[in-house]
């Protein structure tokens, strides 16, 4: 004879597992079924058998209007240009590119070993609205902001950037020839 405790047991198996697969269906109400509607592109379209045709016209004879000979052109010693009337020319002495080489200003943020990981960090700098850059050097790459020709611009970006990549950056005279 089975005692108390093991009947108790049986029926409460039984009941939690008729209410394991019986409850969520009793629950779960009347399921809906989403359809999307699916239009197919033709692969090929059809296309009409009515071909348009062009009439080429004859080119028209110009010869008419053009002149039996050539024209000539006569000029006057009254119109006739002078000493007088010749341009001055003024030369103006051309800057050395070492006057402009320090004018600008960049931001090197990082150095990092792994090539793909600082290529991230520019993409997510770029969509963040930043000129960011990198720069293959020594086995590192690095990620550099600017160029930029206001420095004042750039030194507020460096407080933003740390906040951002959590890594301060020099501010560095940019260097055009030898970036």
Do not use: C
Request: hydrophobic share 40%; no cysteine; charged share 25%.
């Amino acid at each position: 004879m089975a005692s108390k405790f093991q009947n108790r047991l049986v029926g409460t198996i039984i009941l939690v597992s008729i209410g394991v697969i019986v409850l969520p269906d009793v629950l779960d109400g009347q399921k809906t079924h989403y359809k999307e509607d699916i239009a197919s592109i033709p692969i090929k379209p059809e296309l009409d058998s009515d071909v348009e045709t062009f009439e080429v016209l004859a080119p028209e004879d110009d010869s008419a209007s053009l002149p039996p000979s050539p024209v000539e052109v006569v000029v006057d010693a009254a119109t006739a240009p002078t000493n007088e009337d010749k341009v001055e020319v003024v030369e103006k002495p051309v800057p050395e590119r070492n006057q402009y080489q320090e004018s600008a200003w960049i931001i090197q943020l990082m150095a990092l070993k792994n090539a793909d990981n600082a290529a991230n960090v520019v993409k997510d700098l770029q969509k963040r609205g930043y000129q960011a850059h990198t720069k293959l050097e020594n086995g590192f790459t690095r990620v550099i902001i600017g160029p930029d020709v206001s420095k004042t611009k750039l030194e507020r970006q460096v407080g933003e950037l740390e906040k951002i990549t959590g890594s301060k950056g020099r501010l560095l005279k940019f260097k055009p020839l030898n970036p």
